[in-house]
């Protein structure tokens, strides 16, 4: 094991028969990679199971003669590079949203044109979404080329090429080309991992995204199986994933991105590897997936691994539904904005299982640290568009004794529709304000949407406040309806613990 990161169990004394604490460089890895061939044969090296950081390794690795067990580095380049990767899209007859690719900033700005708005824009080859944003309007874009995209740029590539009379940095963007897609507003996004021995591949676990797409992967909360799409829909994706299994020609895992939007399926990415998805996974279905690919890339087909670890479930029948919690450190940082985007800001997740999806979602939260309120007063600021969205949820909430509390136009709709809102100030129409109220506990649960770089900026003090306070605070309408579900189920006293390996006990 070649790992540099204290934070992991695979840097345990008792987990690897060598343990080289070392940065994961290519003059490194190499060194000692030499260092283990005067040892004795090395037969090959595993990548799928570090992230994105060893994936960039393996052509230098192929290059040095070093074999690569599992998946090849032309198939990983294949999935990782955006020309390559549409045509094989188009062969295999799949969906991807419109997308486009800028070598310069001046490009960036005819490919945007050409897609319309709203956009994700991000660098190609990046590790957690960085700076990677979702733009709604021109200005937006503008002052992502100008603040965001020069970071980006090597220094000595902007030394050769100087900022022109704006600050804008007139260059190639040398290895990180930015990548446009067009934003699918409101889509459900799902993770797929998959197992596959270059012929026969198994789906082992299909998560349900709780936010709506635009949230990086890793800051979402899931649900294992999903919980509100068609049967179809999901035969659809097992059939997707299985043909690009085959496609990249996969030696042990891979994992897919997917969007849902009005019955069609879209690929948002593929990551020829594991995915930080696969612990969650495996802890579901009750099988070491991490441990099968393992043998596979060893040379094991599936079905010889299932025949030592037993035939993986359907997972359509599982019985029970598990739900992935993030975690994030923002009571650490001072004047973080806890808005989640793109961009990934978690550090760590939890998991809650229960044969209900409500109580699973109310443990993945109590594990999460977010103490569900059982009573008290709720807050609503929502934009025009999720108004008739979040009327079920605040109904709901109302109905189980919680005071409504909201923004002059949501008081307005709400009333409207009969909710019974107390009104009370934005920040900017003056004291007493929302925040006031918060900070005066007399607000114990928010659900908040906020729309364009205005709005976002208007709420960061509530955000703020919110977090300061230990208050529960939800920015999108999936996640207001998960949260109103945890509150019933937890009100109706059935939650209950039990050992994991019960729920796998026939």
Do not use: W
């Amino acid at each position: 094991m070649i790992n540099c990161n204290p934070e992991t169990v695979s840097t345990d004394y008792d987990t690897s028969d060598r343990l080289y604490f070392e940065p994961l460089t290519e003059e490194d890895v190499l060194e000692i990679l030499r260092a283990e061939k005067a040892k004795g044969e090395l037969v090959g090296v595993i990548v799928q199971f570090g992230g994105q950081t060893p994936l960039k390794l393996a052509d230098a690795l192929e290059r040095e003669g070093i074999p690569i067990l599992g998946t090849s580095p032309d198939a990983i380049d294949l999935a990782e590079d955006r020309d390559r990767f549409q045509k094989l899209l188009i062969k295999l007859g799949l969906k991807q949203p419109k997308n486009g690719i800028a070598y310069s900033v001046e490009q960036a700005r005819v490919v945007a044109a050409e897609l319309g708005f709203p956009l994700v824009v991000r660098p190609s080859y990046v590790l957690g979404g960085r700076a990677m944003q979702i733009i709604h309007d021109d200005a937006r874009l503008q002052s992502y080329l100008l603040d965001t995209v020069p970071g980006l740029v090597p220094e000595e590539i902007r030394q050769k090429y100087p900022a022109d009379k704006t600050g804008q940095i007139n260059t190639l963007l040398s290895k990180n080309p930015l990548l446009f897609d067009t934003y699918l507003s409101e889509a459900i996004e799902l993770d797929v991992d998959c197992l596959s021995d270059g012929n026969e591949s198994y789906v082992c676990g299909i998560m349900e995204h709780i936010e709506e797409a635009g949230i990086h992967s890793g800051d979402s909360a899931c649900s294992l199986p999903e919980h509100s799409l068609p049967r179809e829909i999901i035969a659809e994706v097992e059939r997707q994933t299985k043909a690009l299994a085959k496609a990249l020609n996969v030696g042990g895992l891979m994992n897919v991105q997917y969007a849902v939007k009005d019955g069609e399926i879209y690929v948002l990415e593929v990551n020829p590897r594991a995915s930080r998805t696969v612990p969650f996974v495996a802890k579901t279905i009750g099988r070491p997936i991490a441990k099968i690919a393992a043998r596979v890339m060893a040379g094991e087909s599936l079905q010889e691994t299932f025949g030592t670890y037993g035939q993986l479930p359907d997972i359509s029948k599982l019985g029970h539904i598990a739900v992935k919690e993030a975690v994030f450190p923002f009571a650490r940082f001072p004047g973080v904005d806890t808005l989640l985007g793109p961009e990934m800001k978690s550090t760590g997740e939890v998991m809650g299982l229960d044969h209900d999806y409500a109580l699973a979602f109310a443990k993945a939260q109590l594990g999460a640290g977010v103490d569900l309120p059982l009573s008290g007063a709720l807050f609503v600021a929502v934009r025009d568009e999720d108004k008739p969205r979040v009327l079920p949820a605040v109904r709901k909430l109302a109905e189980l004794g919680f005071k409504v509390m909201a923004t002059s136009g949501t008081a307005r709709f709400l009333r409207e529709n009969g909710v019974e809102a107390e009104k009370v100030n934005k920040v900017l129409e003056g004291r007493p304000h929302i925040e006031d109220a918060i900070r005066n506990r007399q607000v114990q649960i928010v659900f908040n949407t906020t729309d364009g770089q205005k709005a976002v900026s208007d709420s960061k003090s509530l955000r703020r406040a919110t977090l300061m306070q230990k208050v529960p605070y939800y920015t999108t309408m999936a996640g207001c309806d998960a949260v109103v579900q945890a509150i019933a189920a937890l009100k109706a006293g059935n939650l209950e613990v039990r050992p994991l390996q019960s729920y796998f006990v026939k």
